[in-house]
């Protein structure tokens, strides 16, 4: 009900396949907290300080508050705010704004389907808006859908995303995205 963490991270920026061949790396520092109010809501935090090895630095945070309806199927709902800022924005390959901002209404539903503990549906729709640097604040939304197979060594999944929320691609534009998963485990 209560949770703080701290974490280091390293990672190579790969969101186009031109930037993945810069092979610029990002090690950042961060924290985590998640604090449950009562039994059905709570916040959840997150933040880093980052340094890119191109010289870069940039700072995040992402807060959310939430409640959750229901457990079984489970329904719960509420409001993200993220901010982002980047010490340098000029000459960039990737999505560096001086000023980011995004705040949404969102809502999340994961049930198992076709009345069995094999089958599940996953599903999380949220609209808001963002705003970068000093342009107006626009329209933003994101859907991410999913569909899996769980048994007890093999697992698959089709999932489909799509956003326009620019801090989620990493360049600024909006994507669609699908995934087919298979795993074995042994």
Request: proline share 2%; net charge positive.
């Amino acid at each position: 009900r209560r949770m703080l963490g701290v974490f280091y991270s390293s990672d190579v920026m790969s969101f186009t396949a031109e930037l993945l061949g810069k092979n610029i790396k990002n090690q950042s520092i961060g924290y985590i907290t998640h604090l449950m109010l009562n039994g059905k809501t709570g916040i959840y935090s997150q933040g880093s300080l980052g340094k890119m090895s191109d010289q870069n630095q940039r700072l995040q945070f992402f807060g959310s508050f939430y409640h959750v309806f229901r457990t079984d199927p489970t329904l719960q709902g509420g409001i993200n705010f993220s901010a982002m800022h980047f010490k340098d924005q000029i000459g960039k390959d990737y999505f560096a704004p001086n000023q980011y901002l995004n705040t949404e209404s969102f809502v999340d539903y994961n049930t198992s389907v076709f009345a069995s503990n094999k089958f599940f549906f996953q599903t999380q729709a949220a609209a808001g808006l963002q705003k970068i640097e000093e342009n107006a604040w626009d329209p933003a939304f994101r859907l991410q859908t999913e569909l899996s197979y769980r048994r007890s060594h093999f697992e698959t999944s089709l999932k489909y995303q799509t956003s326009n929320v620019a801090s989620n691609t990493g360049t600024g534009y909006k994507f669609n995205w699908f995934t087919l998963k298979l795993v074995w485990k042994w």
